[in-house]
Structures are given as structure tokens and as C-alpha cells.
């Protein structure tokens, strides 16, 4: 039987990740360096032939996903296929003639397992045509020896075009989503008032549903980046390739640009209907609205949409109505700032996210399992964890010690990012946060200073050139 796949959780130990591979080498052979049964350090193609299984050896599932998600600083996944291809051939070819049909039975299942996690977990290397080609030759080379295996490889085919057919789809749906909502709502508003009269609290008087919707856009957008695309974000030339950056063709990085993104169009929401009202009492119900929505979403768990309200409402154009926020009861959004308070390294809101965390390792449902991260900083601590060390030793081995780091970061992203949405959709808020067009950093200045007027030379000034 082949080792099953567990969730991502279960990759865990009590101390983080579990590095104890299942090994069947000695110590620092054979071009890797062990220090009390961990992994730390190896040459490249030492480290390509711990990844293919043989007879008498899987790796182990944490060496597979972290290997599988750093040699990408160092090779193109395709190169990387190729040998393992390549590596699985020469296996066959020298294994003892007469005794092919066995050795088939032996490590065709141990390759199949291989593969599965591959596409699984990294689905999006396989959008490019020469991944895809060497896949399908392996998989063919699997499946002439046995019907079982010519289902299994079949099944693992068909997984793998439906992600791809729906990350397309989604990436179509996202492309859309970008042509509407380019216009900016204060020419609208100037054309056509009547049409845009619609604000947040018409469309959803209820801070608990409006959180609720929030977390249905994150999850979603989460659910679509790939892991590599963190890796990739910040791929630098081989110190031992000048020649080529391991990433020429186009960086692949779509799905987190777009959660960015997404982002920061919260906030620009937030702020565009704070500053859109005339009357001083309606800004001051729309920012108490937004607190409630905010706090909603630290109580689900979604510090994304919480951080990005937060910042939505501290823009300065927000920031500077001083009447407005007279009439608004506080204390609520002074917790809220205290949480996401940015000293001390974010302390707060790391604590709160640990909280959650453990929460979601515990829980029985789903409500209880979400965990949605304040992204922006997930990718600076992962910046900042490959900046910080160094890819390769001076002896040229692969630093590997760094990505267990890495991986382990990515890999508890990844147990977020499988979670179901146990809200109820209703896609007529979900389309009025998505397509609603927001103010430019212009038109928020402007409404904010036709609803308070300019206090001092330099907003004067700055009123005088937009008007």
C-alpha cells in the first residue's frame, strides 16, 4: 500500500514541522548532510534523486512538498520533471532484466503517489506545455503495465485539467471584474447621480451578513494562489547560473497580485463610502457600521478584510473629518486598532493570530476553522525569511535548512486556504463589493473637503487644484 496523503495540519508536529525523514540512507551519503536525522544541507542533484522513489524508498510527504516548492529558485519546474523522468527511466532500464514486470508492480504505485502530490499540490506548474507533456509520457509509461494503474494515472489527468480549467475561469471572472469597475464613482456621480444613490447600507444593513460576504471573497481568492507563487514572487538569478533567471518567462504571480489587489479596493470602498455622504450624521452611522462589519470579521477570523477596513478608515481623507468623527462612538474602534497595531513586529495581532490558529486546529466546523491572515505581512515575513538566508552554502549545496522555514510558513497557509465557506452566498452584495466603483485618491480628497472645508493653507491649496 501506498503512504495516503494526509491533510495539510497533519504534516505538523508538536514543535512545527516534522522533519524526520523516512530514510533508508546514511548520514551525509551520497551528497546530503544530516545532523541528528534532519536534513540541512545537499548538492542539487543529490537532493533531485531524494525526491524519486525507488524500490525500497518514499521520501518522506514534507521533504516532497518542500523541495517541490524551493527548487524553483534554482531550476524551472519543467527541468525538474524531466529528471525525475529521466531518473525513473534509468531505474528501469537498470533494473535486472526478466524482473521489469516486478519492478513495475514495485515502484510504478511509489511514482503514481509522486505525481499526485505534485499535481495536487502545485497544480499550476503543469500550465506549461512541456510539464504537461512529460507528465502525460511518464504517466503512460506507468499505466502500460497494469489496468489499475491505466485508472489511477486517467483519474490523476482529470483532477489536474479541472484545476487548471477552473483557475482559468477564475482568472477570466477576475479580468471582467477589472473592466467594470475602472470607472471611478465621482464621474458617475457627476453624470448620472440617480443611478449610483445605492450605498453599503442600502445594499446590506447588517454588519454580521456584510462580514460574512467578506469572508466569502477571501476564502475564494485565498482558495486560487498557488503556493510557488510566494516563491516566485521574489525569484533572483542563480549565483550559479548568471546566465538565466530561474523565472525569465513572465513571473507567475497573477492570483496573489490579485488578493493585493482585492485589498486594496476594500479600503478604497471603505473610504469611498465614508466620504460620499453629505449630511454629517450619515459619514458618522456609515464609519459605526464599519466597526460593527470589522469587528465581525475578528470574531470569524478574518483579519485580511478587518486590516483592510482599518486602513480604509485611517486614510487621511477619512482621517481628517474631525466633526464627523466627534459624533462617532469610539471605543469600539480604538480594540480594533489596538489589535492591528503595527509595533512591536505586529504583537498583537501575531497573538490573536496564534489564538485563531489554535482555534482552527481544534475546531469541529467550519465556522470554527477559518483563519484568514492580514496578507500583506504573511509576504513580508516570508520576504524577509529569503532575504535573510542564503540559497546555497559557500560549499555550493542547497541551503535546506532555510527552506524548511520557508515551507513550513507556506504550508500552514495552505491548511487556511482549504477551508470551506460555511456562510450563505447572496450575490447581490458579493456583486456590489466586487463591482461598485470607488473614489480615486482625487475624488476622496475632494468629497472629503466638501464635506469639511480645507483647515489649513496646504489642504486649501490642494482644493483649489482639484476643484
Not at 44 to 57: F, G, M, W
Not at 150 to 156: E, G, I, P, V
Not at 295 to 302: A, W
Given at each position: 500500500r501506498m503512504p495516503q496523503t494526509p491533510p495539510f495540519a497533519a504534516?505538523?508536529?508538536?514543535?512545527?514541522?516534522?522533519?524526520?525523514?523516512?530514510?533508508?540512507?546514511?548520514?551525509?551519503?551520497?551528497?546530503?548532510?544530516?545532523?541528528?536525522?534532519?536534513?540541512?544541507?545537499?548538492?542539487?542533484?543529490?537532493?533531485?534523486?531524494?525526491?524519486?522513489?525507488?524500490?525500497?524508498?518514499?521520501?518522506?510527504?514534507?521533504?516532497?512538498?518542500?523541495?517541490?516548492?524551493?527548487?524553483?529558485?534554482?531550476?524551472h519546474p519543467y527541468e525538474l520533471m524531466a529528471k525525475v523522468c529521466h531518473l525513473c527511466t534509468e531505474q528501469q532500464r537498470l533494473s535486472e532484466p526478466g524482473l521489469d514486470k516486478n519492478w513495475t508492480q514495485k515502484i510504478a504505485p511509489k511514482i503514481l503517489q509522486l505525481l499526485t502530490e505534485w499535481t495536487e499540490t502545485f497544480p499550476y506548474d503543469f500550465r506549461d506545455e512541456r510539464m504537461m507533456r512529460n507528465l502525460k509520457e511518464l504517466a503512460q509509461r506507468i499505466a502500460s503495465?497494469?489496468?489499475?494503474?491505466?485508472?489511477?494515472?486517467?483519474?490523476?489527468?482529470q483532477n489536474?485539467?479541472?484545476?487548471?480549467?477552473?483557475?482559468s475561469q477564475y482568472e477570466e471572472v477576475l479580468a471582467k471584474i477589472d473592466a467594470t469597475t475602472s470607472t471611478d464613482r465621482l464621474t458617475l456621480l457627476?453624470?448620472?447621480?440617480?443611478?449610483?444613490?445605492?450605498?453599503?447600507?442600502?445594499?446590506?444593513?447588517?454588519?454580521?451578513?456584510?462580514?460574512?460576504?467578506?469572508?466569502?471573497?477571501?476564502?475564494?481568492?485565498?482558495?486560487?494562489?498557488?503556493?510557488?507563487?510566494?516563491?516566485?514572487?521574489?525569484?533572483?538569478?542563480?549565483?550559479?547560473?548568471?546566465?538565466?533567471?530561474?523565472?525569465?518567462?513572465?513571473?507567475r504571480t497573477r492570483n496573489l497580485e490579485a488578493y493585493v489587489e482585492w485589498f486594496n479596493r476594500l479600503s478604497y470602498l471603505v473610504a469611498t463610502e465614508i466620504c460620499m455622504p453629505v449630511k454629517k450624521k450619515h459619514r458618522a452611522r456609515v464609519?459605526?457600521?464599519?466597526?460593527?462589519?470589522?469587528?465581525?470579521?475578528?470574531?470569524?477570523?478574518?483579519?485580511?478584510?478587518?486590516?483592510?477596513?482599518?486602513?480604509?478608515?485611517?486614510?487621511?481623507?477619512?482621517?481628517?473629518?474631525?466633526?464627523?468623527w466627534a459624533r462617532v462612538k469610539t471605543a469600539k474602534f480604538d480594540i480594533l486598532e489596538h489589535q492591528m497595531d503595527p509595533s512591536s513586529n505586529f504583537y498583537n495581532y501575531r497573538t490573536a493570530l496564534r489564538g485563531a490558529t489554535?482555534?482552527?486546529?481544534?475546531?469541529?466546523?467550519?465556522?470554527?476553522?477559518?483563519?484568514?491572515?492580514?496578507?500583506?505581512?504573511?509576504?513580508k515575513d516570508i520576504y524577509f525569511l529569503n532575504e535573510g538566508c542564503a540559497n546555497r552554502l559557500p560549499n555550493g549545496h542547497v541551503n535546506f535548512e532555510k527552506f524548511w522555514e520557508l515551507a513550513k510558513q507556506v504550508s500552514e497557509f495552505m491548511t487556511w486556504k482549504q477551508v470551506e465557506c460555511p456562510f450563505e452566498r447572496d450575490w447581490k452584495i458579493l456583486q456590489y463589493l466586487l463591482t461598485v466603483p470607488v473614489f480615486s485618491d482625487d475624488a476622496l480628497y475632494l468629497a472629503s473637503y466638501e464635506s469639511e472645508s480645507p483647515e489649513n493653507h496646504i489642504e486649501k491649496d490642494r482644493w483649489k487644484t482639484l476643484r
Open positions: 504534516m505538523f508536529d508538536s514543535s512545527g514541522y516534522n522533519r524526520n525523514l523516512y530514510q533508508t540512507k546514511e548520514d551525509n551519503c551520497g551528497g546530503l548532510y544530516y545532523q541528528d536525522n534532519n536534513l540541512l544541507s545537499g548538492s542539487l542533484e543529490a537532493l533531485i534523486q531524494h525526491l524519486v522513489p525507488n524500490v525500497d524508498y518514499y521520501p518522506d510527504r514534507t521533504y516532497i512538498f518542500t523541495f517541490l516548492l524551493s527548487s524553483r529558485l534554482f531550476m503495465g497494469d489496468e489499475v494503474y491505466r485508472k489511477n494515472t486517467q483519474q490523476l489527468l489536474l485539467l479541472r484545476k487548471l480549467a477552473a483557475v457627476k453624470t448620472k447621480p440617480q443611478s449610483i444613490q445605492r450605498d453599503i447600507i442600502t445594499v446590506c444593513n447588517d454588519p454580521y451578513v456584510l462580514a460574512q460576504q467578506l469572508t466569502h471573497i477571501e476564502l475564494e481568492r485565498l482558495n486560487y494562489i498557488g503556493p510557488e507563487e510566494f516563491i516566485q514572487a521574489f525569484v533572483q538569478k542563480d549565483p550559479l547560473n548568471n546566465d538565466k533567471s530561474c523565472y525569465g518567462d513572465r513571473k464609519i459605526e457600521y464599519f466597526i460593527d462589519v470589522a469587528r465581525e470579521c475578528f470574531n470569524i477570523g478574518n483579519f485580511n478584510s478587518l486590516m483592510a477596513i482599518i486602513s480604509g478608515m485611517n486614510m487621511s481623507p477619512v482621517s481628517r473629518l474631525k466633526k464627523t489554535q482555534r482552527s486546529l481544534a475546531a469541529h466546523s467550519n465556522r470554527e476553522k477559518i483563519v484568514i491572515p492580514f496578507f500583506s505581512l504573511l509576504i
